[in-house]
């Protein structure tokens, strides 16, 4: 990910003949003139190119709280009481108290089990329930509001795990309460008489109502010190079961990814080297991992979401893992050359970790953690944006090296651009970063037409319309951006794989403009870039067919892909078009020599991403103002007449009808359910 400040880097296939289609645009040139443009779509297998499987993926940053208190479902801020730093006493943020100085005292000291995070927090209680200072109604101890509010929902069940520890008898109210604490959705009791040693508890809480707004509450009337750590929230149901916010993640899957860049982004490196992200301090249990401080961003993140959920992720959501680590590069200091080898070492491992036999060092600390079976991990890449650093190179050639030894199979992600210069240094890819204006992307579309088609292939990792024509999300740069990626398909046998940034803002924590999905505690909306998106969702793998303007055309770009459906295991020919220009299209489609195939009517459609406004954006109060608009088209045919709107991306999805279909290189043949 770009800083704000920073510079701004730039086959199922048919085999029948040929798709022509007729174009009379009508754009404001003097009176009304016709500009005829013909617009070709050669389906012959002689012209036709499997797009790569990996083309359009996703790219996840831990930026505007994105992950805590995003997508990672743990509801308690600062769980573990360390995001004060380790001296103490310590800022217990967002942690407050319940009740007044004659009846509570609360502080930090570090007096914790856990050996990599020794911060507790230690509460005395003053008052009781009988003497002379009773304890106020309702008790006093401490409550965490979550990210901005918790959201509990009636009926669905919460797991409270917290660690305790204290010389006399506990009596503990767990509770799920409003934004006041005055009314309770849920509340269970920890009653001990020995707790002299630190003690685990567990308490599962099933809300009576739902809150979008909560707070989870400790509280007591029970005189005497007790001392809490690492106490978290989690929702029982989760996706998938390993612990990620379930509306959040389905979002990311509707995407059909094929690949997830992790964790950064600037994330990975750090403003400095001691506040970057070091995987190891993010495995193994969640209240032993000691979290950190991101300083580029600039927030706290327990890592609950660290290296192996990360894996996990990309599992569940059956797509590619590339991995991101730090090559001793950070924002403000760099590590010399002769002195990486501890940072190999760490890449080294970190690949062990994920792809190690389950008795291999780093492999068993995998299995230990319920994965005994090697995660899918084939790329890699070093670092983040710093191909201009001092030491990069050196950096990057002694764990290039290594890695290459330990493992020959591994596919490495240069940060320098190769795209116009041939690289100076070995590498399988290269990351190509853009943001710019909406007409600036229109016009990248060409970006990549006369980049070499020998050495590595280009990774663009991160694009994104942004500044004055981006907003928090427009129309505008959606258009702009999916001519961008048409661009993309088609010189998709030079460009392997390409991921929007950011996916994720939190609306509490606007750390970059604009976003993919935007969301609070307890709602979410995809901007128009998001929902450009699904366009593309199906390119990955699918058939590139040959398409031409036979004019030129400064505001229209299209392509055309035969892919497999897999809901309905029928083959579909899909036409993109983006129109980015203010006048509409009039289109006469003809599609010529067929040779036994057909377009059938019925399962045919049309889907429109457009609105009244170029810088129309959704929002929380109305995510669905600018949407994809599917309908069918009842005059799917050989021949038929449409009308392209002005400020638009249109994709018609043709049935196609036949005997067989044929991959292009494969000895397979494949029917159709149409048959």
Not at 202 to 207: I, M, N, P, S, Y
Request: charged residues 20%.
């Amino acid at each position: 990910m770009l800083m704000a400040s920073s510079k701004v880097s730039y086959y199922v296939l048919l085999c029948f003949g040929i798709v022509a289609v007729s174009v009379s645009t009508f754009f404001a040139i003097g009176d009304d003139t016709v500009q005829p443009i013909r617009l070709v779509v050669n389906a012959s297998e002689a012209s036709a190119r499997q797009i790569p499987d990996t083309l359009f993926g996703i790219f996840f940053e831990e930026i505007n709280h994105a992950g805590a208190g995003g997508i990672w479902a743990e509801l308690v801020s600062n769980r573990g009481f360390e995001a004060g730093g380790p001296n103490t006493p310590s800022n217990i943020y967002p942690w407050s108290i319940i009740g007044d100085e004659s009846s509570i005292s609360v502080s930090t000291d570090r007096s914790s089990c856990f050996d990599r995070n020794k911060v507790a927090l230690r509460m005395e209680v003053l008052c009781d329930s009988r003497d002379n200072n009773v304890c106020p109604t309702g008790e006093v101890g401490i409550y965490n509001p979550g990210f901005w509010g918790m959201n509990i929902e009636e009926g669905k069940a919460y797991k409270v795990t917290l660690f305790v520890r204290s010389l006399g008898e506990i009596d503990v109210s767990v509770s799920l309460t409003d934004s006041r604490g005055l009314k309770k959705l849920a509340t269970a009791s920890i009653i001990s008489s020995d707790v002299s040693n630190w003690s685990k508890m567990e308490v599962l809480l099933t809300a009576t109502e739902t809150n979008y707004n909560s707070r989870l509450q400790l509280t007591t009337s029970k005189k005497g010190v007790i001392w809490f750590d690492q106490v978290s929230a989690m929702p029982v149901e989760t996706y998938k079961g390993h612990g990620f916010r379930n509306d959040l993640v389905q979002m990311m899957a509707d995407l059909k990814p094929r690949f997830i860049r992790f964790p950064g982004g600037c994330f990975v490196e750090g403003e400095w080297l001691r506040n970057a992200f070091r995987w190891k301090e993010t495995i193994g249990p969640w209240e032993q991992r000691p979290g950190h401080f991101g300083d580029v961003w600039m927030y706290w993140t327990d890592d609950g979401l660290g290296y192996f959920e990360f894996l996990q992720l990309a599992e569940d959501l059956g797509a590619a893992p590339v991995w991101v680590f730090n090559n001793g590069i950070s924002h403000q200091d760099q590590v010399d050359t002769s002195n990486i080898s501890p940072f190999v070492q760490e890449a080294l491992d970190s690949i062990e970790f994920a792809r190690g036999d389950p008795n291999s060092t780093w492999g068993s600390v995998r299995a230990a953690m319920g994965h005994p079976q090697p995660f899918d991990l084939k790329y890699v890449a070093l670092g983040n944006e710093d191909c201009g650093k001092k030491n990069y190179r050196g950096n990057y050639v002694k764990i290039y090296n290594a890695l290459k030894r330990a493992y020959p199979d591994i596919k490495i992600i240069s940060n320098c651009d190769g795209s116009s210069v041939k690289l100076d240094h070995p590498a399988d890819y290269y990351d190509f970063h853009i943001y710019t204006s909406a007409n600036q992307m229109f016009s990248m579309a060409h970006k990549f037409d006369k980049t070499s088609r020998t050495g590595p292939k280009a990774f663009v990792s991160e694009y994104a319309v942004t500044g004055s024509d981006a907003g928090t999300g427009s129309l505008l740069a959606a258009i702009a951006e999916a001519g961008f990626l048409i661009g993309l398909e088609k010189n998709s046998d030079i460009v392997e794989m390409a991921s929007y940034a950011p996916l994720f803002v939190n609306t509490n924590d606007r750390r970059w403009n604009p976003d993919a999905i935007v969301f609070n505690s307890s709602h979410l909306y995809g901007t128009p870039s998001y929902w450009m998106q699904q366009f593309f969702a199906a390119s990955s793998g699918a058939t590139l067919l040959d398409t031409t303007l036979d004019a030129n055309s400064s505001s229209l770009i299209a392509s055309s892909i035969v892919w497999k459906n897999a809901d309905d295991n029928n083959y579909y020919l899909r036409i993109k078009i983006v129109n980015f220009g203010s006048n509409k299209v009039n289109l006469k489609i003809s599609v010529y020599n067929l040779n036994g195939y057909s377009i059938r009517k019925s399962g045919s459609s049309q889907t429109v991403l457009t609105s009244a406004n170029l810088m129309d954006e959704n929002s929380l109060n109305n995510p669905k103002k600018v949407l994809p608009l599917k309908a069918s088209l009842n005059t799917a045919a050989e021949n038929m007449d449409v009308v392209i709107l002005s400020h638009s991306i249109t994709s018609f999805e043709l049935l196609i009808e036949s005997n067989t279909i044929r991959m292009p290189g494969s000895h397979h043949q494949f029917s159709t359910s149409a048959i």
